[in-house]
């Protein structure tokens, strides 16, 4: 019985240390395979999110300067790199070289001048306008009072028997003429006496005539021709009385600013006309391009300068739509240049487009940043790796990018537990992403082992890796 006892007790004992044995192999199996892998401890830390993207600067403002008319360059008077100030003249044309209408309108603004002198300081067009209303208004009178006599008998009572007894006086006077003659018609055709008598009895007899022409003129009643002319001239008279009005109205204060803005701006395109042979910079910079020298023949639309404002360099990138919203103006950027190695640049975000352009289906709005320290190394068409400072976050769990990855369409961590030899495949849920980490919302806590390079089996099919950049 003892003997068993003994047995047994060894037995267990056995077991007892083959299981620790064992478990100890293990441990030491799972220490060494781990000591395989890359691993970091998740922690909590500070975190600053970023969105990237490239883009090429640029000056503030580029003006290329071109040519309106023919000639020959005779002078300029500027180099690259100098500065010049907006509308100051870069180059000139040869007066001998322009086209005749420019040469003339140097005459024609001599006229142009004197016109508009003669506008504000004479007083002819207004004493002109005064004499003119005065005779328009004469004229209205006296047709008003013509059409107005239209509307009665010719004339009055006491004018109609001044009129008959003329008619009388007229008759009684050539028939005693008449009588006159009748004695001496039977004398020859040739006698004085008889040709006196004859004419004068001619003579009474026109008058006679003409003074019942008029008697009779003064009984009747106007016709329908007579008031349709009387009201033509009426309407013509209150015409021109209307336009004499509204030119003196427009004059008796001085002249018309109407008149003097169109003076004014014949004169200012005859300066413009005669200053074509000028090429001018039409903003503030420098001279950073020139393609014409003097002597060189040009024509309309020849660009002979380039001229840009480097008072403020910019660099111009697009920003996916998923991204857009997080961008506003004011926020920070840094800038790196491929050809300014170890340095890098600050800037500050100054637009953001209010519409997207799609390329290839792909949506992205332009955002301007400018560079808040630029240097003489920086040059307007270099390209320039853009990072933006979305936001700034302290004390979350934060993991290396490199350590996110795609599983089945969803984002996995592998971690290693304790005393375990495979990582295993962890859910997360990923919050803000910088260049290099990425907030961990969801699915680990401090303290947790991730591997940086799980096994190659583990990561095929759909498993894929997201590299050191954000995992998208």
Do not use: C, H
């Not at 299981?19 to 890359?38: D, H, P, T, V």
């Not at 006679?208 to 022409?213: F, G, I, S, W």
């Amino acid at each position: 019985m003892k003997k068993k006892i003994i047995i047994v007790l060894v037995i267990i004992a056995l077991g007892v240390g083959g299981f620790f044995g064992i478990k100890a192999l293990n441990q030491n199996r799972a220490a060494a395979r781990a000591s395989e892998f890359q691993t970091i401890v998740v922690k909590r830390g500070n975190l600053t999110a970023i969105v990237g993207a490239t883009g090429t600067v640029r000056s503030n403002q580029t003006a290329l300067l071109s040519w309106q008319t023919t000639g020959r360059i005779s002078d300029i008077p500027v180099k690259i790199g100098d500065k010049v100030n907006a509308d100051q003249i870069v180059a000139s044309l040869a007066k001998g070289s322009l086209a005749q209408n420019i040469i003339l309108a140097e005459a024609d603004l001599v006229s142009a001048k004197r016109t508009l002198d003669t506008l504000l300081n004479s007083q002819l067009s207004q004493a002109q306008a005064q004499a003119t209303l005065a005779n328009a208004k004469d004229a209205l009178d006296k047709a008003q009072k013509k059409r107005e006599s239209k509307s009665y008998q010719r004339a009055s009572d006491q004018v109609i028997e001044e009129a008959y007894a003329n008619y009388i006086i007229a008759k009684d006077d050539a028939s005693k003429w008449e009588q006159r003659y009748d004695t001496v018609d039977n004398r020859p055709e040739d006698d004085p006496v008889r040709a006196a008598a004859l004419s004068e009895w001619a003579a009474r007899k026109q008058i006679l005539a003409r003074a019942e022409a008029n008697y009779r003129y003064l009984l009747t009643e106007p016709d329908s021709e007579e008031i349709a002319i009387a009201d033509g001239n009426l309407a013509l008279a209150q015409a021109q009385y209307d336009d004499a009005l509204r030119e003196w109205n427009r004059l008796k204060d001085g002249p018309d600013p109407s008149d003097v803005k169109a003076a004014e701006a014949r004169i200012t395109a005859i300066e413009a006309t005669i200053d074509s042979s000028n090429l001018r910079s039409p903003i503030s910079g420098t001279i950073t391009e020139m393609r014409s020298k003097e002597g060189d023949q040009v024509a309309p639309g020849t660009v002979s300068f380039r001229v840009d404002d480097l008072t403020k360099l910019l660099v111009d990138v697009q920003i996916p739509e998923v991204d857009i919203n997080s961008i506003k103006k004011g926020m920070q950027a840094r800038l790196t240049f491929d050809g300014i190695p170890n340095k890098e640049y600050k800037g500050v975000v100054t637009e953001v487009a209010s519409v997207g352009n799609s390329l290839a289906g792909v949506v992205s709005f332009s955002v301007s940043i400018e560079l808040s320290n630029p240097d003489e190394a920086v040059r307007s068409g270099m390209t320039a790796a853009v990072n933006l400072v979305v936001s700034e976050i302290e004390n979350v769990l934060v993991v290396p990018n490199r350590a996110v990855r795609l599983k089945d369409g969803q984002r996995v961590v592998y971690v290693l537990p304790a005393g375990q030899m495979v990582p295993q495949a962890v859910n997360v849920t990923i919050g803000a992403i910088s260049d290099l980490q990425s907030e961990v919302v969801g699915g680990l806590k401090v303290g947790d082992i991730v591997v940086l390079n799980p096994p190659t089996d583990l990561l095929s099919g759909s498993n894929r890796g997201m590299g050191g950049g954000p995992p998208f």
